[in-house]
């Protein structure tokens, strides 16, 4: 349904605006087709502390947030929510998950908990029909979701819904599984991934936010960076052709996988956009991106 058909179905209907319930209003919304697609944004997370602190990062956050049409909903890939097979959460109340250790106390008096759209979450399962995407009942928002949804959108007025990365899967098969969901960009949702294209806690200075970054993190952050520029996600997706850095970067690759989504949503027309560059605590690349 085209927003101006809703619109005018919405003006026959008497007493809409007080009667309607939510659940009604998410079923027809979900049919939206917009003609203008949503952007996708690639967001370094980082330390859950950035939650509670005001820096260059959570500044550009918050500008990002503002710069951006609202949207219909959200549709955040997170590298904390990694199963076996690919679920979508469908959970209409999501909370805020504190899965994380004793960092701080005031980490945990935040309450994030913007509504869920169980409607379009279900849609990602009928885009990409051949993912056999399952629906998950109770997912909340894990720290690499409202730690940053905190800046983009303090007021958690959009509705939120996270797709998990199953870790059982081959790189490819994040980057095609995110081409078969473009659809939903023209649906109102924002796509965010959230991860880090440097990540290595073995060797991070937890005791220093603005530690000096090592040569070998700048290295590839660089290298990813020159891969974006050329639009060679080819090389992105195939990353144990890098060589030896990109252990160095990620010992482990939760945190990568979810740039794959950000480039298998995109259209080759489409140009990259970045958004925040730095790193915090020597080790964890921060680099922010927009393609649109």
């Not at 079923?27 to 005001?54: M, Y």
């Not at 169980?118 to 885009?127: D, V």
């Not at 090592?214 to 590839?220: G, K, R, V, Y």
């Not at 939760?254 to 730095?278: I, S």
Request: net charge neutral; charged share 20%.
């Amino acid at each position: 349904m085209e927003r101006q058909q809703f619109l005018k179905t919405m003006a026959s209907l008497p007493l809409v605006g007080a009667s309607m319930k939510l659940e009604a209003f998410e079923k027809i919304s979900a049919h939206f087709s917009n003609t203008k697609k949503t952007p996708l944004l690639f967001i370094g997370h980082g330390h859950p502390i950035n939650a509670l602190l005001d820096n260059d990062f959570t500044q550009t956050l918050s500008k990002i947030g503002a710069s951006i049409e609202k949207p219909n909903a959200i549709m955040i890939i997170s590298a904390h929510w990694t199963t076996k097979g690919t679920f979508v959460s469908v959970n209409a109340q999501p909370k805020a998950i504190y899965d994380f250790g004793n960092i701080d106390d005031r980490l945990l008096q935040i309450k994030y908990e913007p509504k869920g759209h169980p409607q379009l979450a279900r849609q990602a399962i009928e885009t990409a029909t051949n993912y056999h995407i399952e629906e998950d009942q109770a997912m909340g928002l894990d720290h690499g979701a409202w730690t940053v949804l905190k800046h983009l959108y303090p007021k958690a007025d959009v509705p939120v819904f996270e797709l998990s990365i199953d870790h059982s899967q081959p790189t490819n098969y994040h980057f095609q599984l995110a081409n078969s969901l473009k659809k939903m960009r023209k649906k109102g949702v924002l796509i965010i991934a959230s991860g880090n294209i440097v990540h290595n806690l073995k060797v991070i200075d937890w005791n220093n936010v603005n530690a000096k970054p090592l040569d070998w993190a700048i290295e590839f952050d660089e290298i990813v960076k020159s891969k974006l520029n050329s639009q060679d996600f080819k090389a992105l997706v195939n990353y144990e052709q890098l060589g030896s850095i990109f252990q160095l970067a990620h010992p482990t690759n939760e945190h990568y996988l979810p740039m794959l989504y950000t480039l298998g949503l995109a259209d080759k027309t489409e140009e990259v956009k970045y958004l925040f560059e730095g790193f915090q605590f020597g080790s964890a690349s921060m680099r922010c991106f927009q393609i649109s």
